[in-house]
């Protein structure tokens, strides 16, 4: 079964300051992978996400993730946070057998200081 | 290209009760998907419907049902009301046409507390 683990609950970061989230995955084969983000009382916006090829992805808002097989991860970074940025990030995992239900990790609640 | 609108945005009701959800996808997309978001277990997937069949399901019971119209809107229904069924309810859209890694794109949530 697939499984999806970010470590840190809640993060708190200066403004300007970089960010790195991190996300460890479970899953048999090569997965397709997503960072969204959530801000209070909304949905999820997508930031990016990983199917093959080049393992560093782009991502809107400025926000970047590197796929690494070797140690199952998908950390999601940006060089310098926006208080904007406070929200909460899930890391997803998703199948490609063709099922879309996705799984997510519990979450990473991101503060951001002036 | 309006985005994925769900009705109504805020429930309260009684244990016991039941209650339906809607869910309008983007135009053009055919799969919809339903989760489910509480602070104790997170996100968890509900069941997916394309073409007015429901194609996955997750691991929930059978008082949460759904049900897709020939214009792609989605329905999802929780009879019985529980205390426990109290959550954010996340419909997602995409086109269905693809694999799994095909992006799902969310809506607002409709936010349901049982009392």
């Known amino acids: 079964a697939q499984s999806v683990t970010q470590p840190d609950i809640h993060i708190t970061v200066s403004e300007g300051a970089s960010l790195e989230l991190r996300c460890n995955y479970s899953?048999?084969?090569?997965?397709?992978l997503f960072w969204y983000v959530q801000s209070p009382g909304q949905g999820l916006q997508l930031l990016l996400k990983?199917?093959?090829?080049?393992?560093l992805v782009q991502g809107i808002k400025g926000f970047e993730a590197e796929f690494k097989r070797s140690q199952s991860s998908f950390n999601l970074r940006k060089p310098s946070v926006h208080w904007s940025d406070a929200a909460e990030y899930f890391c997803?995992?998703?199948?490609?057998?063709?099922?879309?239900?996705?799984?997510f990790g519990s979450g990473t609640r991101l503060q951001v200081q002036p | 290209k309006a985005g994925v609108t769900q009705t109504p945005r805020y429930l309260i009701k009684t244990r016991g009760q039941q209650v339906t959800l809607s869910c309008s996808p983007i135009?053009?997309?055919?799969?919809v998907s339903w989760y489910q978001q509480t602070p104790g277990q997170g996100l968890q997937f509900l069941f997916e419907?394309?073409?007015?069949?429901?194609?996955n399901k997750g691991n929930f019971p059978g008082r949460f049902s759904g049900r897709q119209f020939s214009n792609s809107r989605s329905e999802m229904n929780v009879s019985t009301l529980e205390l426990g069924d109290s959550a954010l309810y996340l419909c997602?859209?995409?086109?269905?046409?693809?694999?799994?890694?095909?992006?799902?794109?969310f809506g607002p949530g409709t936010r349901l507390l049982v009392l």
């Open positions: 997803a995992v998703g199948g490609n057998t063709g099922r879309r239900a996705l799984t």
């Open positions: 419907y394309f073409s007015e069949t429901q194609r």
């Open positions: 135009s053009g997309h055919r799969s």
């Open positions: 990983y199917f093959s090829g080049d393992t």
């Open positions: 997602a859209s995409s086109l269905g046409s693809s694999g799994g890694g095909e992006t799902q794109y």
């Open positions: 899953y048999g084969a090569t997965p397709y």
